[in-house]
């Protein structure tokens, strides 16, 4: 069976392909490497970059730290007292044009001295325009991966993304939803290396899916209208990261790495009094699509 | 002994001065009304306005609700069951010019059926960049209006204010303080009146003190790495409001009105992986003066 090592390891290279990959489907970006150590044990490699010619701002992060639990972790993973283990990719991507959406993907892997583990991830969609076509696309790549590991994942995931990417204050869902899972372990149905493999083919799917939707919006061109309407929604991304997403708060509140956590933030971000989109526009069909449920 | 229908009707008024003050202050300022209903009871005006000479986007919320006490509201404020009244008046100003700073004015009254009362708030300068002299008047002003109620006010509602106005993931105060108090209530040294009094007060000085900022910084000229700066600073404001306010999380997660609580966030917020100010910069100076228990 599968050792925490070789999953660290495993993660570790998905970063690299996964940066590969997106260097790329850009044609013109560079990552910027930021290796960093966690005092209490374990650390990071941050990736970031900056003005492509499609991605505006795109973080791919890695990290493997252990230590003690610490009393925030015993509350809110309800668990008793030990040492851990973690490691995970986390990713999020932020476009220049309004036509391509914001994306993000996260594996995660936890592991207790006492032999507790679980895998974690996930991938969603935040277009800026929901398009149809283009949510239906997204959730079938990810429909055909889930059903190669078992056929009750994909409606069990995305149903769960529907849950966990919610703004509660706006009742919208952050767009259009995607796969979010957590607690997997062995099971009957599944091996401890088969969630390991579910988790890099995952990863491996991430660049592809997000290629498909590049080459669907990026030579679309932008109007002023269109490039506010953006901001607005990345206001929105902001808001969720930093009210309602858990793994943000919780990174945040347990002495995370606060830019390694935060490099999901868009590089700019527009707030407007109670905004409204016009009746009948594509932003009002957005607006109206951001519902938990939609079956795409 | 004044009752919750002169507190609303003063805060009400309270909010009319400020507004016709600031835009007296700026010079080319037009606050918009918002006026709503709350379906359980209550409701407010919401005035906000954009780019003035001054004022970039600012906004001036009073309320008045009232209604059952919910079970969010029962856990957080550590009450029971009964029929809350809730008052207040909330200003956030983000000023367009890099060295005039941002500033917050908070005041409010809560009541339960039972005949418990009390009174918050609270105000805060958050400069762009710190300058002692200009934080020294601020926390001066102050000062003189907490000492006519009680001498024992000031040094209390300032250390209140460096706690609350933390931004822990960063290890930063949100600026250079200010006073903030809850739970405030009649007591041997002090009546009801006289804390209504108290922040009608401050209220009234709110406007005279941003006068003061407004006149030592709009003048000055401010260059591109001064604007980024301040479009920095602008993103911290929106971690400190999203990821940490208890007022504003406790607002949205309670049912409060999105539009209104949110309108504190700034126009426009950048993030930029890992940013460091050049050494010896007024940009260090300023990080290095958000500490908590500076003395001004």
Redesign the interface.
Known sequence: MIDKTQIRSAFESLQKHICSRLCEIDGNFVFHE?NWKRTEGGGGR?N?GLNGNVIEKG?VAFSAVHGSVTLEMQEQLKMGAGVFFATGVSIVLHPNNVHVPIIHMNVRYFELSNGTYWFGGGIDLTPHYVVPKQAKMFHDALRNVCDKYDTSFYSKFTAWADDYFFI???NETRGVGGIFFDQLKESESITKDQILQFCIELGNLFPEVYEEQVLLGKNTEMTSDQLKWR?LRR?RY??FN??NDRGT?FG??SGGR??S???S??????????FMPQENSQEEFTLKSLVKGASW
Chains 1, 2 share one sequence.
């Open positions: 930021d941050t970031v973080g509660p204050h706006r901001n206001g902001v808001e930093l009210v708060k945040l509140h606060t830019e956590i935060l490099m933030l868009p590089p700019l971000a527009n707030w407007e009094y109670d």
